[in-house]
């Protein structure tokens, strides 16, 4: 299920939208004028279905003031189909389009597929706890916090994460890391975990666990 938002000042177009999406399983919030659109708005919505040719305030208008405080899937509603209205949604950032007049098969179709997209996009994270993994950002954040580390310091607790419990030794480390033709030395990888937990210290006790004569493990 998924919270969509559909603004359209076509009373029909919102009714008929929201009766095919609802039978999906999606929660559906029309508005008929982008002016009736606030900021709040945004916060738990997963796909907004935007109309372009609209009083007062447009779509693409709308789109490009609010852009950036809106981070999921925007498609564009338009009876448009002139190649340069497309590219002007796409280019003040639309994700796709949907020709009016257009099938509900087909709106439901568009819909979950981009819905289906933007789950398998969103589980680039890694959650264990307190620590957020940005898989595709190579970035740590613990309890809302983003931790400085430098890139081997981030790929040493990727991995010890990602195999949650399986103990690493120092050599092992050492290989998936930096290669196994690495001028470093399993000293480097005691130096960067001194560092990690320095730095996990000081919001959190560090999640690598030492086990004694073995190796490391994300606990």
Same mark, same amino acid.
């Given at each position: 299920?998924? !919270?969509?938002?559909?603004?359209?000042?076509?009373?029909?177009? =919102?009714?008929?939208?929201?009766?095919?999406?609802? /039978?999906?399983?999606? %929660?559906? *919030?029309?508005?008929?004028?982008? #002016?009736?659109?606030?900021?709040?708005? %945004?916060?738990?919505?997963?796909?907004?279905?935007?109309? *372009?040719?609209?009083?007062?305030?447009?779509?693409?208008?709308? =789109?490009?003031?609010?852009?950036?405080?809106?981070? =999921?899937?925007?498609? %564009?509603?338009?009876?448009?189909?002139?190649?340069?209205?497309?590219?002007?949604?796409?280019?003040?950032?639309?994700?796709?389009?949907?020709?009016?007049?257009?099938?509900?098969?087909?709106? /439901?179709?568009?819909? !979950?597929?981009?819905?289906? /997209?933007?789950?398998?996009?969103?589980?680039?994270?890694?959650?264990?706890?307190?620590?957020?993994?940005?898989?595709?950002? &190579? #970035?740590?954040?613990?309890?809302?916090?983003?931790?400085?580390?430098?890139?081997?310091?981030?790929?040493?607790?990727?991995?010890?994460?990602?195999?949650?419990?399986?103990?690493?030794?120092?050599?092992?480390?050492?290989? &998936?890391? %930096?290669?196994?033709?690495?001028?470093?030395?399993?000293?480097?990888? /005691?130096?960067?975990?001194?560092?990690?937990?320095? &730095?996990?210290?000081?919001?959190?006790? =560090?999640?690598?666990? #030492?086990?004694?004569?073995?190796?490391?493990?994300?606990?």
């Amino acid at each position: 299920m998924a !919270n969509i938002l559909v603004i359209d000042d076509d009373i029909a177009i =919102c009714k008929l939208i929201e009766t095919a999406l609802t /039978r999906d399983g999606h %929660f559906v *919030i029309t508005k008929n004028s982008a #002016t009736e659109v606030a900021v709040n708005d %945004f916060k738990h919505t997963d796909l907004i279905l935007l109309d *372009i040719m609209m009083p007062r305030l447009d779509g693409i208008t709308f =789109c490009r003031d609010y852009r950036s405080m809106i981070d =999921c899937p925007i498609l %564009f509603l338009t009876a448009k189909t002139m190649e340069q209205d497309v590219i002007d949604g796409l280019s003040v950032g639309g994700d796709d389009y949907i020709k009016k007049p257009f099938s509900v098969s087909e709106l /439901r179709a568009r819909v !979950n597929a981009h819905i289906r /997209r933007e789950h398998r996009d969103r589980h680039q994270s890694l959650i264990l706890n307190d620590c957020v993994f940005d898989l595709s950002e &190579k #970035t740590v954040t613990i309890k809302n916090r983003l931790i400085f580390l430098t890139k081997s310091e981030y790929e040493i607790c990727e991995l010890l994460a990602r195999n949650k419990g399986q103990i690493f030794s120092l050599e092992n480390i050492l290989e &998936k890391i %930096f290669g196994f033709h690495s001028e470093s030395d399993i000293s480097s990888i /005691r130096v960067h975990i001194k560092n990690i937990r320095s &730095k996990f210290n000081e919001i959190i006790d =560090c999640p690598i666990e #030492t086990v004694w004569g073995v190796g490391y493990k994300w606990k």
